[in-house]
């Protein structure tokens, strides 16, 4: 085994020995590296010292100190300012871990596919196409150094009524959640000096095991190897302890493709009722990174195993055993989780709207002559992921996402339909949301066993590149409130809205009407 680490964690060791103190590299860094993650993967690091925050913060002058918890933390970017200016280098020698990374977007709907798109898009075509593929600024994760930790009593569930400094590595490692996040790494003293004495830096060093030392008291490494998640000590005090290790457990089963241990997993649904301590916010914080997973739907299926699911999402299980006709071949339930599989999307947002997107389906259910029918459960849908997005704590433009997605997630198609249809069509989704409807589509495609797209789709697509170049919405109109009030006499109020509301479904149908002339005459015979 080897280790690759960037120049700043070795720093950060190298300082804490040459003043004095132990350091550790510990946490999720540590069980990623020995999981042989590649080293742009391996990003948040965490470290343990026996010198307290007020020492730390004397080794480190930028850093800052803001918990209870006895956590110093220091950016990147002072962490490098700081090698810099000790190191006697110009910054522009160092390179930043993973500083930057070349992004690509590749849109459903191409702007840049369109001959001709409309005034009001120009700006939104040119950050697009300047997204497109770039090199970007990551915002990382500070470095976050943490003094030996020895918790108090747990009263509420959640977070210890008091944090003891320890005296050990030992004694830090034995608080911690799961075996496979209790393992610390230290460095050789000698090699850290040796690599400091060289004023010709290198970005990433490659460690090998002559010059570190795993710590592992509670077998993680060989809980990595079978692929467990275990608890350190007893599952079920540590769930006591903090009842969002529960949730942890199964992101963590997700994120790492592993098995929860069955004492740790019967102790999970031993004390089910405790997630009712812990807030809604970092329910939702889990609960999205499970459905960002690579394994979204097996991350529904084992909190519904678990019996989580309940406390978070219980509207889905109305779905289970409740039959469906036509192109489906499995019930709701069934179906939603195979959406969410197959959803092209690595939007947590658009994740969770195409696993709520039939979630109107049981309350519509009806059943006459031998045919079951759902009508309208796109509209009752859109109202019920609402609230589950609002229970969830969503922030309000994504509780309006979801509800779009849900709401128009059953939009049709045929040849026949006017370019008039085609603007509507993206009025009411919106420009931005057409790529996130589309992704939701496929998955529900996918999800029924039906192919990944079909030649209406596909043409759908093209008809909504090319009707790109035409107004989609107030603001696309050839005038507005201040036009009317001048032209026509009218005052301030509703009925301003209501007459530009009315021009725009003219526009929609006929773009020719879009100028100030035509459209003045227009509002005034809607005048009451």
Not at 98 to 115: F, M, Q, S, T, Y
Not at 241 to 262: G, K, P, S, W
Not at 466 to 476: A, C, I, R
Request: net charge negative.
């Amino acid at each position: 085994m080897t280790l690759n680490l960037p120049f700043e964690v070795l720093y950060i060791l190298n300082q804490f020995h040459k003043n004095g103190f132990e350091g550790f590299l510990v946490g999720g860094a540590v069980r990623d590296l020995v999981m042989n993650f590649k080293p742009n993967e391996v990003k948040d690091f965490d470290f343990t010292t026996n010198a307290s925050p007020s020492e730390i913060q004397k080794v480190f002058a930028d850093s800052f100190y803001e918990n209870k918890f006895g956590t110093v933390s220091v950016t990147h970017e002072n962490l490098i300012e700081e090698i810099a200016r000790i190191a006697q280098l110009p910054e522009k020698t160092l390179v930043d871990f993973g500083e930057k990374e070349e992004v690509k977007e590749n849109r459903i709907i191409d702007l840049k596919n369109a001959k001709k798109i409309h005034i009001s898009l120009k700006e939104k075509a040119a950050s697009l196409d300047n997204e497109e593929v770039k090199e970007v600024k990551k915002t990382l994760p500070p470095f976050e150094m943490t003094t030996y930790r020895s918790d108090g009593e747990y009263l509420d569930h959640r977070r210890p009524e008091s944090v003891d400094f320890g005296k050990s590595i030992e004694e830090d490692l034995e608080r911690r959640d799961f075996t496979i996040n209790a393992l610390a790494i230290s460095i050789n003293e000698n090699y850290l000096e040796k690599i400091f004495a060289d004023k010709k830096l290198e970005t990433s060093y490659q460690i090998d095991e002559e010059n570190f030392k795993l710590i592992d008291l509670h077998n993680g490494k060989e809980d990595i190897e079978k692929r467990i998640i275990r608890t350190v000590g007893k599952a079920d005090q540590r769930f006591n302890e903090d009842a969002l290790r529960m949730l942890r457990a199964i992101r963590l089963a997700v994120q790492l493709n592993m098995d929860i241990e069955t004492d740790t997993y019967f102790a999970i649904r031993f004390h089910k009722e405790l997630l009712k301590f812990v807030s809604a916010e970092r329910v939702r914080d889990e609960f999205l990174k499970i459905i960002s997973s690579d394994q979204p739907a097996k991350g529904i299926e084992l909190l519904d195993q678990a019996e989580l699911l309940e406390s978070i999402v219980p509207e889905l299980y109305a779905g289970m055993g409740m039959q469906q006709r036509g192109h489906h071949i499995t019930d709701v339930w069934t179906h939603s989780l195979d959406a969410l599989r197959f959803c092209p999307s690595k939007d947590p947002i658009v994740r969770l709207a195409t696993l709520l997107h039939d979630i109107g389906k049981p309350p519509s259910y009806k059943e006459e002559n031998e045919e079951i029918t759902f009508y309208s459960h796109d509209i009752l849908g859109s109202r019920i992921a609402s609230q589950i997005a609002n229970r969830l704590r969503l922030p309000k433009k994504d509780v309006q996402r979801i509800f779009i997605l849900v709401r128009y997630h059953m939009f049709h198609y045929q040849e026949h339909h006017s370019d008039a249809s085609i603007r509507r069509f993206i009025r009411r989704v919106g420009f931005d949301n057409i790529d996130d409807i589309l992704d939701l589509r496929e998955g529900d495609r996918l999800g029924s066993g039906a192919k990944k797209t079909s030649w209406r789709l596909e043409e759908m697509k093209q008809r909504i590149i090319e009707q790109l170049n035409q107004p989609m919405g107030l603001d696309d109109l050839a005038i507005n409130g201040n036009d009317l009030m001048s032209e026509l006499s009218l005052k301030p109020g509703p009925i301003l809205g209501e007459i530009l509301d009315k021009l725009l479904e003219m526009v929609l149908d006929d773009s020719e009407l879009n100028n100030k002339e035509t459209l003045i005459k227009e509002a005034q015979k809607l005048i009451p």
